[in-house]
């Protein structure tokens, strides 16, 4: 069994510039969740979608948007990237509606400059 | 909405004294509480979970937590700490199966031989 696998695990962009990051779910999760993780912060919910529909979202602008797609696999989008974007982004999976046992990925560190 | 509060940003615990992480929710439903161990350079771990069983709740390497309704507390405890031990800890809250996580500004652990 797999864990969740996100990648790059690094990236640098400049600011304006628009990103993609990556998220392969566990072997049998459905569920996807994305989360910001400002340094020297909690994970800050962004959004998550079950079944490749979008089932929740956090307070973050429209400018990050998601994909999840029929393998549940996902993709986190953030246009016009801004400075404060720079974070650890984390993604986890989960099994059907329920986060007893969300799995997360070791996350993509995003440096916008 | 539901909201914890982790006292201390940062414990210094002695190898084989006893760990105690403070956590205090805030919620206005029964909640579904966890606590998160994050290792440099890594992505989130789950180390126990309260979904409303048992109030005393045993997670992984020896970790530990009790639900107290009346004190709305959901502290973290291990008898013996490990060097090992030594990283950063989140507590969070979700107001019910499925629905986000909101993390907890987290508690980094330090444990001295």
């Known amino acids: 069994e797999t864990g969740v696998t996100q990648s790059p695990t690094h990236l640098i962009k400049t600011r304006g510039q628009q990103v993609t990051l990556r998220c392969s779910s566990q072997?049998?999760?459905?569920?996807v969740s994305w989360y910001q993780q400002a340094l020297g912060q909690g994970p800050q919910f962004i959004f998550q979608?079950?079944?490749?529909?979008?089932?929740g979202r956090g307070n973050f602008p429209p400018r990050f948007s998601g994909l999840q797609f029929p393998n549940y696999s996902s993709e986190l989008n953030v246009n016009a990237l801004e400075l404060d974007d720079s974070a650890l982004y984390l993604c986890?999976?989960?099994?059907?509606?329920?986060?007893?046992?969300?799995?997360f990925g070791s996350g993509t560190r995003l440096t916008v400059v | 909405a539901q909201s914890v509060t982790q006292l201390g940003s940062h414990v210094s615990v002695s190898e084989g004294a006893l760990v105690l992480l403070r956590c205090n929710y805030s919620?206005?439903?029964?909640?579904?509480l966890f606590w998160y161990v994050q290792y440099p350079n890594q992505g989130l771990q789950l180390l126990l979970k309260?979904?409303?069983?048992?109030?005393l709740v045993k997670g992984i390497n020896g970790f530990e937590a009790e639900f107290k309704k009346s004190e709305t507390s959901f502290h973290l405890t291990k008898p013996s700490a490990h060097m090992s031990d030594a990283a950063e800890y989140f507590c969070?809250?979700?107001?019910?199966?499925?629905?986000?996580?909101?993390f907890g500004k987290g508690t980094s652990l330090l444990v001295t031989p």
């Open positions: 986890a999976s989960g099994e059907g509606q329920n986060n007893y046992g969300y799995t």
């Open positions: 072997s049998g999760h459905n569920t």
């Open positions: 979608y079950y079944r490749e529909e979008e089932n």
């Open positions: 919620s206005s439903v029964p909640p579904y």
């Open positions: 309260y979904t409303s069983a048992a109030t």
């Open positions: 969070a809250v979700s107001a019910k199966s499925g629905y986000a996580l909101n």
